[in-house]
C-alpha cells in the first residue's frame, strides 16, 4: 500500500451529519494508489484554492466522445493519479437500477478504475471516475456487455434525463421513458460522434412541474401537459376543505391561481373555468387526491433553453404548444421533429453556437420559417409591440392563417 | 498478435422496465394520488389499490464502491433490490410495505444517510465537479455542497419551509450547477493572466478570439511571437476564453470569489419559470468550508422563512415584497453591479411608478 498524503484541509470534511465524501475517497486510498495520490492532489488544491487538471484526446474504439480526459499537471507530485479520466454511462430513463447491476457496475469499477462513482453527473449520466488512458477501452467493454452505453461529450447530442414520471408519479401526462428512449436512441450516431456546433440536450419532465428543470436547460424540452378539464373528486375536495378550513383553501388554492379561474363553492365543492387555467399545476400540487390532470394528455415542446455560456442564460421557447405521444405515428412526428431542427441548426449554427443562441441570432419569426413550422399565439408572451418591420405580404400571411383554420375545423 | 479490439455495441439509452422496482412497473401510468406521511417519505396509491412507500435519502454523489455495496444491501433487505436516484443526488428505496418504513429510515440514519428532502426542504445540492475532476475550477464542488448541507441538515430532514427550497454551486462562470432558488457560484474579477510564450502552440487563436461574449480578445504580436491580447476595459471575467486556450489564465486563489444569486425556478406553478437574479458577491472563496457564503445562504433562507407565505417559492416571494424590501431584511448592500447592463436588460428596469415606500 501506498503511503497516505497528509490531508488537513479535507480531513475537516469528514465530520459533520451530511455523508462525507472524503471518508469514501480515504477508504479507496488504502486499497488503490490512483486514489490514495489523488487525495494528495484535492488536499494541493485545496492548500493553493487552484485546479491542476488538463483535458486531452481519450475516446474508445469507434467512438469520438463519451470520454473525458484528465491529466494532472502535478503528477511529478502525485503520479499514481497522473490520468485520471472520466467515462460518461447513459443510465436508463428515471434513474432506476436493481442492485445486481450496481454491483456489477462496482465490480468492473474496483477492477478497471478508481471505485469512484459519482450518481448522477449534471446532464444525467453515470460518471465513472478515474481510469487510466489504458483502461478506458476494457472498462467501457466491461460496462458496454452489460448493455449499457457511452453518453454524450463534447458538441454533439448529450446524455438525457427524464422524471421518474408514470412509474411512481400520478401527475405524469406522457409515457417519459419511452420518449425519451425512442427519441435518444434515434441520435446515437450524433451522441457518438461530435459533429455539431455545439451540445444538444433534450430533457423530458412528465407535468408543467418540470421536475428536470428542462425549460432552462435544455435545448429542446418535451413537458407533459393536457387539453381537457382537470379531473376532480368533489367528494375529496370537500375533505380538504373540512381538514385544512376554508380559508386555508382560499388562501393556499384558488386565490394562488395565476388565472383566477378557480371559485370555492358554498357548499365546499370547487369550480374551474378550465378555458382559462394555464395547466401551471399549483392546485394540483396542494390537492393531491381531490385534484388530477385532465385525460387528453399530451406535451409542450420548447425549444432553446441553456445556461450562461455565451449570451446569458436562456430560457427554452414554445415551438409545438400541444402534440399527443401515443401512437407510434406521434414517436416518429416528435424525432422527425428533432432531425429537422438539429440539421438546420447544424447547417446555420457558428460554432460553439447552442441552437437557442443561433435563434437569438436570426430572429425567432426566421427560425420557424427556416424550420417550417407556423407562428402561432402560444409561442409569444404577446406580439411585437415594435412597428419597425415590412409587411407587405400581409395579406398572404393572413389567408395562409385563414386556411390553416378552416382546416383545423374541417377535422373536427 | 495483435490483440483483437472490441467493436462498441451502440446500444443506446437502456430500457428502464427491467430495473424499476415491479410495483412500480405493474402500475405503470396508473397512479392515482399520493400522500407524504412525514418528510422523507412518500407514499403513492395506485388506480388497482396497490400502495408504495418511497424512503428518499441524502448521498454525497460521489461515491466509493464499498458505499453503493452499502446501499444495495440495505436496498436487498428492505426495497426488494431495487433503488433509484433523483435529480439532486438523492437515493430513494420504495417499500411494498409500508409497515417497515419507520425501521428502514432507523438502517438509513445508522448508516449515516439523512432521510428527507421531500415536499417544501432544502434539497441536496445540485453540484459541479471542482478541483476533483475539472480542468477549469476556481473553487471546488463536493466540498461546498458538503459544507453547505453539513449546516442546512435540519432543513433537509423537515419540510418546514414556505415551499421547496433548490439550491446549485458552480466552479466556474459557464454555471454548469443550474438555476436554483439559490445559487452559490464562482465569480471572476480580474481579465486573465496571459502566457504569451504558450499561446501559439497550445491555442487555436480564431476560435478563441470568437468565444469572447464581448469581442475583448484580439490576435497581436507579443514579443515577437503569434499571441493574443485582451482588452481589460471590455473584459467581463467570464473566463470562456480559458478552456480553448489554457494559458489565460482566469482562475486567480486571491481575486475569484463567490457571488450568490436567487430566485431561480424552473416549475410552472402559479408563476411562469424564472431566472435567478443577483444578491451578493465578493464573499471569499473559502475552503474547506466557505463559512462565508454558507453564511449568507443561511441569512437569506431565514428571512424567506420567517417572511415568506405558504407555497411561495423563495424568487415568488420577493416579487411581492419587493427587492428593496428584500435588501432591508437580508441586510446585504445593494450595488451598481445589480444593475444589468446586458442586451435585453431594459426590460429588467422598472418602467412604472410602482414602489414601496
Redesign the interface.
Known amino acids: 500500500m501506498k503511503t497516505q498524503h497528509k490531508t488537513p484541509?479535507?480531513d475537516?470534511?469528514e465530520?459533520?451529519?451530511?455523508?462525507?465524501?472524503?471518508t469514501?475517497?480515504k477508504?479507496?486510498a488504502e486499497k488503490n494508489d490512483m486514489m490514495a495520490d489523488?487525495l494528495g492532489q484535492?488536499e494541493h488544491?485545496?492548500e493553493?484554492?487552484?485546479?491542476?487538471?488538463?483535458?486531452g484526446t481519450i475516446s474508445?474504439?469507434?467512438?469520438g466522445g463519451g470520454v473525458?480526459p484528465?491529466f494532472s499537471e502535478v503528477a511529478d507530485k502525485f503520479p499514481a493519479s497522473a490520468e485520471?479520466h472520466?467515462l460518461r454511462i447513459?443510465?436508463?430513463?428515471?434513474?432506476?437500477?436493481?442492485?445486481?447491476?450496481?454491483?456489477k457496475?462496482?465490480d468492473i469499477?474496483?477492477e478497471h478504475g478508481s471505485?469512484?462513482?459519482?450518481?448522477?453527473g449534471?446532464s444525467?449520466d453515470m460518471m465513472f471516475?478515474g481510469c487510466s488512458s489504458e483502461n478506458v477501452?476494457g472498462a467501457?467493454?466491461a460496462i458496454?456487455?452489460l448493455?449499457?452505453?457511452?453518453g454524450g461529450a463534447g458538441p454533439s447530442v448529450r446524455t438525457?434525463?427524464s422524471?421518474?414520471g408514470?412509474?411512481?408519479?400520478?401527475h405524469?401526462c406522457f409515457?417519459e421513458?419511452v420518449a425519451?428512449?425512442t427519441v435518444?436512441?434515434s441520435f446515437?450516431d450524433d451522441?457518438?460522434r461530435p459533429a455539431l456546433p455545439y451540445k444538444f440536450k433534450f430533457k423530458f419532465s412528465g407535468c408543467?412541474?418540470?421536475?428536470?428543470?428542462?425549460?432552462?436547460?435544455a435545448d429542446m424540452a418535451v413537458i407533459g401537459t393536457w387539453r381537457d378539464d382537470i379531473q376532480i373528486k368533489q367528494d375529496e375536495v370537500k375533505a380538504f376543505v373540512q381538514t385544512r378550513g376554508r380559508q386555508y383553501t382560499v388562501?393556499?388554492v384558488t386565490s394562488?391561481c395565476?388565472t383566477q379561474c378557480m371559485t370555492l363553492n358554498a357548499d365546499d365543492s370547487i369550480s374551474i373555468d378550465n378555458r382559462n387555467c394555464?395547466?401551471?399545476?399549483?392546485c394540483i400540487?396542494?390537492m393531491?387526491?381531490a385534484l388530477?390532470p385532465g385525460k387528453d394528455r399530451g406535451v409542450t415542446i420548447l425549444l432553446g433553453g441553456k445556461?450562461?455560456?455565451?449570451?446569458?442564460?436562456l430560457?427554452g421557447t414554445v415551438i409545438v404548444p400541444f402534440k399527443k405521444l401515443e401512437t407510434e405515428e406521434d414517436y416518429t412526428g416528435l424525432v422527425e421533429l428533432a432531425e429537422t431542427i438539429i440539421d438546420f441548426w447544424a447547417e446555420n449554427g457558428?460554432?460553439?453556437e447552442r441552437c437557442g443562441e443561433m435563434i437569438e441570432r436570426i430572429g425567432f419569426a426566421t427560425f420557424l420559417e427556416g424550420v417550417g413550422i407556423e407562428a402561432e399565439p402560444a409561442m409569444l408572451a404577446q406580439p411585437r409591440s415594435n412597428s419597425f418591420i415590412r409587411m407587405d405580404t400581409w395579406d398572404e400571411e393572413a389567408d395562409k392563417w385563414k386556411q390553416r383554420h378552416a382546416e383545423k375545423a374541417g377535422v373536427k | 498478435m495483435q490483440k483483437h479490439i472490441r467493436q462498441a455495441i451502440e446500444s443506446g439509452v437502456p430500457d428502464s422496465f427491467s430495473f424499476m422496482h415491479p410495483l412500480m412497473r405493474k402500475n405503470y401510468g396508473q397512479w392515482d394520488w399520493h400522500e407524504r406521511p412525514r418528510p422523507g417519505v412518500l407514499h403513492h396509491v395506485s388506480l388497482y389499490g396497490d400502495e408504495i412507500w418511497t424512503v428518499r435519502a441524502g448521498t454525497q454523489r460521489q461515491m466509493d464502491t464499498d458505499t453503493i455495496r452499502e446501499l444495495c444491501e440495505i436496498a436487498d433487505e428492505y426495497a426488494d433490490g431495487y433503488v433509484r436516484f433523483t435529480i439532486r443526488s438523492n437515493i430513494e428505496f420504495m417499500l411494498a410495505d409500508g409497515s417497515r418504513v419507520a425501521s428502514l429510515i432507523d438502517k438509513l440514519l445508522e448508516q449515516g444517510f439523512p432521510v428527507g428532502g421531500t415536499g417544501n426542504a432544502v434539497s441536496m445540492i445540485a453540484h459541479t465537479q471542482g478541483f476533483l475532476h475539472c480542468d477549469i475550477p476556481a473553487t471546488d464542488a463536493s466540498g461546498v455542497a458538503k459544507s453547505i448541507m453539513d449546516s442546512l441538515h435540519d432543513e433537509f430532514i423537515n419540510e418546514r419551509m414556505p415551499n421547496r427550497v433548490r439550491l446549485s454551486t458552480s466552479c466556474c462562470q459557464i454555471n454548469c450547477g443550474g438555476q436554483a432558488d439559490i445559487s452559490i457560484n464562482i465569480q471572476h474579477t480580474k481579465p486573465p493572466m496571459i502566457n504569451h510564450d504558450l499561446v501559439a502552440n497550445i491555442c487555436e487563436r480564431p476560435s478563441v478570439v470568437a468565444r469572447c461574449p464581448v469581442a475583448a480578445i484580439r490576435p497581436a504580436l507579443v514579443n515577437g511571437k503569434p499571441s493574443l491580447e485582451v482588452d481589460e476595459k471590455k473584459c467581463v471575467c467570464c473566463g470562456a476564453c480559458y478552456p480553448p486556450c489554457p494559458p489565460m489564465q482566469i482562475n486567480d486563489p486571491e481575486h475569484s470569489k463567490l457571488a450568490i444569486w436567487v430566485g431561480g425556478k424552473n416549475s410552472n406553478a402559479r408563476s411562469k419559470p424564472s431566472m435567478q437574479k443577483l444578491v451578493v458577491a465578493g464573499l471569499p472563496n473559502n475552503p474547506p468550508r466557505w463559512p462565508e457564503a454558507t453564511a449568507a445562504v443561511k441569512t437569506i433562507l431565514q428571512c424567506y422563512k420567517e417572511d415568506a407565505r405558504d407555497w411561495e417559492r423563495l424568487g415568488e416571494w420577493i416579487d411581492r415584497i419587493g427587492w428593496q424590501r428584500f435588501f432591508d431584511m437580508t441586510g446585504f448592500p445593494f450595488t451598481r453591479f445589480h444593475v444589468d447592463n446586458w442586451s435585453g436588460s431594459r426590460y429588467t428596469l422598472n418602467h412604472s411608478t410602482h414602489i414601496r415606500f
Open positions: 484541509n479535507l475537516q470534511l465530520s459533520g451529519p451530511w455523508p462525507s465524501f472524503v469514501g475517497f477508504r479507496l489523488l484535492l488544491s485545496y493553493n484554492k487552484k485546479g491542476y487538471w488538463k483535458g474508445v474504439m469507434g467512438y473525458i484528465r485520471f472520466t447513459m443510465p436508463p430513463p428515471g434513474l432506476h437500477y436493481d442492485t445486481d447491476i450496481l454491483r457496475f462496482c469499477w474496483d471505485g469512484l462513482l459519482a450518481l448522477h449534471q444525467g471516475q477501452q467501457f467493454d458496454n456487455e448493455g449499457f452505453d457511452m438525457s434525463m422524471c421518474v408514470a412509474a411512481r408519479c400520478e405524469s409515457n421513458a425519451h428512449r435518444m436512441n446515437t451522441l457518438h408543467p412541474n418540470d421536475c428536470m428543470n428542462s425549460v432552462q436547460r388562501d393556499n394562488r395565476p394555464v395547466r401551471c399545476m399549483h400540487n396542494v393531491t387526491k388530477s445556461r450562461t455560456l455565451k449570451i446569458g442564460d430560457f457558428l460554432e460553439h
